[in-house]
């Protein structure tokens, strides 16, 4: 990221997304299309085996044998199985770097996670709760009827995952070029989910209807089924489960395959938010600050937030968020700080629970960030020192880091550059330092480091990215008519607890802007 000529960013809490493109992408060679095909596979496979354990985990709340965190307990080790597999073999394929697809493919990891997410996010939408034990029913009818459900709506979504794969197969093989032909799998293509050549998604959607109406007749479905559905019919439930499923599953291919359908309109063919994000405004209040620290100053300058806002959006064990609006602040000497809304941002995460106060995964991030950790000779040189500057992942990791007066992006490695220009030029992301600096400034490591390790979580806390467009403007108002520094998108970590997404003084690490000598500016949280 390029700053001005009087200030150089630094990324402390500010990772700057650099999104892939598709408008290269070509016919996938035979390798390539081996690794989308096998981690697809992988992918289903994962979401299978998840289903397999939210039924068993029914059947057992059922007996009063499941535990709170079953759905996620993994007891015969089969789950974390299928996830080494899956590793192994993008390993194997040389996924991620010879025969790296150009379209259609993250990694592997992020691809079985989104699959499992999938599947315990239909549980919860089924039944309100990621807690088996809370829901389930130990009385004949009732569980009967649930177990019964459950068990046919992970038939029904495993039938729709198979024929995804099966389609973005045939796809690949037929010469698909971009996302655009993987989309079609889920709807438009002869093949794809919707269309359903092959009839075995309405045999498993008319079973989950047999089931319903033979099972759940006498049970109210309100109780027995408290999620997304609880307002549903005996005769209508079958048709709503079956929107909850098609919502996952186009979200979790949206995730895994990086496509971009509209999910909302796909599940049931209407604009309506049934698979949307929910949103929250927070406008932030009391005890909401920003420290400005300047070199001539012993003490920071406090600027108070009050009165911005963020927004917050949320579905299951994922989180958003992203600046909506922000109080200017003017800076003697260097000028007024500016934020509006910044492009998407990678996804952050949302803990439900269930757990005891403070006795879930850490939500907490902590970043701090140095512009001169030292000299280098190229972005892997200080990738090295800046692993070791962050101490190895004890208790700080990398977070970013680049060499000044080279590009970002990844080939050529390591090319030489004095202008942003020239690495877009290249295809080579954008020119690590300030655009034709002096030679002083030449070969300077920049490092962020960041930990995530800062206590447990309440059921309902969330970390995202906070999406933000920064600019330092000569004066009033904040119109980007006089920008003396354009610090472009920013995507910095924030933490919002108990569902109400506030700043909390105690907990919560509020923004930090640092100001050094009128020439670095870094961004972390404190």
Aim: hydrophobic share 35%; charged share 15%; with cysteine.
């Amino acid at each position: 990221m390029k700053t001005g000529a009087t200030v150089i960013l630094t990324a402390a809490a500010t990772v700057v997304c650099l999104v892939g493109s598709t408008a290269f992408a070509q016919v996938q060679s035979t390798a390539q299309q081996k690794c989308l095909n096998t981690l697809n596979t992988d992918s289903r496979k994962m979401a299978v085996k998840q289903g397999k354990e939210s039924v068993a985990c029914v059947k057992a709340a059922t007996k009063s044998t499941a535990f709170p965190d079953c759905l996620r307990r993994d007891l015969n080790g089969k789950v974390s199985g299928l996830q080494t597999k899956a590793l192994a073999d993008e390993l194997d394929l040389a996924c991620l770097d010879l025969n790296r697809p150009d379209f259609g493919a993250g990694s592997a990891f992020d691809g079985t996670n989104a699959a499992r997410d999938s599947e315990v996010n239909l549980f919860a939408d089924v039944y309100g709760s990621f807690d088996p034990t809370a829901v389930i029913s130990t009385a004949p009818l009732e569980g009967g009827c649930q177990s019964k459900v459950t068990k046919r709506l992970e038939r029904l979504i495993a039938a729709k995952w198979k024929q995804y794969v099966a389609c973005k197969k045939a796809a690949l093989k037929n010469g698909a070029s971009g996302a655009a032909a993987l989309e079609a799998c889920l709807q438009g293509d002869p093949s794809s989910v919707a269309a359903d050549p092959r009839g075995k998604i309405g045999k498993a959607f008319g079973k989950l209807q047999a089931d319903v109406g033979t099972a759940c007749s006498a049970v109210s479905v309100a109780t027995t089924f408290p999620g997304t559905c609880s307002g549903e019919t005996v005769g209508g439930l079958a048709a709503c489960l079956d929107v909850r499923a098609e919502c996952r599953l186009c979200k979790a291919l949206n995730t895994i395959d990086g496509l971009s359908v509209d999910c909302d309109s796909f599940d049931d063919g209407l604009a309506n938010g049934s698979c949307g994000m929910a949103q929250h405004l927070c406008v932030l209040g009391a005890g909401s600050d920003m420290k400005i620290y300047v070199a001539a100053l012993v003490s920071p300058i406090t600027v108070s937030l009050v009165g911005s806002s963020i927004e917050f959006g949320v579905d299951g064990v994922v989180s958003t968020c992203t600046v909506q609006s922000f109080v200017p602040f003017n800076i003697v000497g260097i000028g007024l700080v500016c934020m509006s809304p910044g492009g998407a941002c990678p996804n952050g995460s949302r803990f439900c629970g269930p757990s005891a106060p403070g006795l879930g995964p850490s939500q907490g991030v902590y970043v701090q960030s140095d512009s001169t950790i030292g000299a280098c000779t190229g972005n892997a040189d200080c990738a090295g020192a800046c692993d070791a500057y962050c101490g190895n992942g004890i208790p700080f990791q990398q977070l970013a880091s680049g060499c000044t007066d080279y590009c970002n992006g990844m080939a050529p490695a390591d090319m030489v550059c004095t202008s942003d220009a020239q690495c877009a030029t290249a295809g080579n992301g954008a020119c690590n330092g300030q655009d034709n600096a002096f030679a002083s400034n030449a070969n300077v490591c920049q490092c962020s480091c960041v930990s995530y390790s800062s206590g447990g979580s309440d059921p309902g806390d969330l970390r995202c990215n906070l999406g933000a467009y920064l600019r330092i403007e000569a004066s009033a108002p904040c119109d980007a008519a006089d920008v003396v520094v354009d610090l472009g998108a920013q995507h910095a970590a924030r933490r919002g607890e108990d569902g109400r997404y506030q700043l909390h003084p105690r907990r919560h690490r509020a923004a930090a802007l640092w100001i050094v000598s009128g020439r670095r500016l870094q961004y972390r949280l404190r």
